[in-house]
T-cell receptor
Framework: EAGVVQSPRYKIIEKKQPVAFWCNPI?????LYWYLQNLGQGPELLIR????????DSQLPKDRFSAERLKGVDSTLKIQPAELGDSAVYLC?????????????FGEGSRLTVL | AQSVTQLGSHVSVSEGALVLLRCNYS??????LFWYVQYPNQGLQLLLK??????LVKGINGFEAEFKKSETSFHLTKPSAHMSDAAEYFC??????????????FGTGTRLTIIP
């Protein structure tokens, strides 16, 4: 069974440029998460989807960040414009059910460097 | 709200020695607790989880953890460290049972170094 797939793995951009990250969750997983991981820190939730609905986006900086999950499968996270402080790893995760087993399956992450 | 505190951002042990990584949690309801491992330039991989069944939980690669409600702890142990155990370890918590697939709240991580 394929795992969570993210692309690109690495992205280097100049500040004020836009950037987008893509995530394909494990087949059949209805819940999808985007986490932000700063260097030396644990992951922090940005947004959680149940199917195509964003059910928790309270930590998403909506002035520059946006996300979508069309058709309840793949998801895209966008930053426009990027700032120096956005340099981090963006992790996508999915989970198989809505009844709270709690286990998340993570992709390898997209490492963003903003110059 | 739920939170976890990992004591010690860096831990070094000799190969073959006991590994002990500490995690204390705070939760207003019975929690589910997890340990994840992250190797360099990779995503997080589940080591083990506690979901209100047995308090001693065994995971992959010889790791285990014990849920102690009285101490609000969920420390990770392995009897004999191997060089391949060098990685970053994260403790995480979520509300369990009827609260659905809410977010996992992670600790700040413990970097484990194995000394040959």
């Amino acid at each position: 069974e394929a795992g969570v797939v993210q692309s690109p793995r690495y992205k280097i951009i100049e500040k004020k440029q836009p950037v987008a990250f893509w995530c394909n969750p494990i087949s059949g997983h209805n819940t999808l998460y985007w986490y932000l991981q700063n260097l030396g820190q644990g992951p922090e939730l940005l947004i959680r989807y149940e199917n195509e609905e964003a059910v928790d986006d309270s930590q998403l900086p909506k002035d520059r960040f946006s996300a979508e999950r069309l058709k309840g499968v793949d998801s895209t996270l966008k930053i426009q414009p990027a700032e120096l402080g956005d340099s981090a790893v963006y992790l996508c995760a999915s989970s198989p059910d809505t009844m709270g087993t709690g286990e998340l399956f993570f992709g390898e992450g997209s490492r963003l460097t903003v110059l | 709200a739920q939170s976890v505190t990992q004591l010690g951002s860096h831990v070094s042990v000799s190969e073959g020695a006991l590994v002990l990584l500490r995690c204390n949690y705070s939760s207003s309801v019975p929690p589910y607790l997890f340990w994840y491992v992250q190797y360099p330039n990779q995503g997080l991989q589940l080591l083990l989880k506690y979901t209100s069944a047995a308090t001693l939980v065994k995971g992959i690669n010889g790791f285990e953890a014990e849920f102690k409600k009285s101490e609000t702890s969920f420390h990770l142990t392995k009897p004999s460290a191997h060089m391949s155990d060098a990685a970053e370890y994260f403790c995480a918590v979520t509300r369990g049972s009827n609260f659905g697939n809410e977010k996992l709240t992670f600790g700040t991580g413990t970097r484990l170094t194995i000394i040959p």
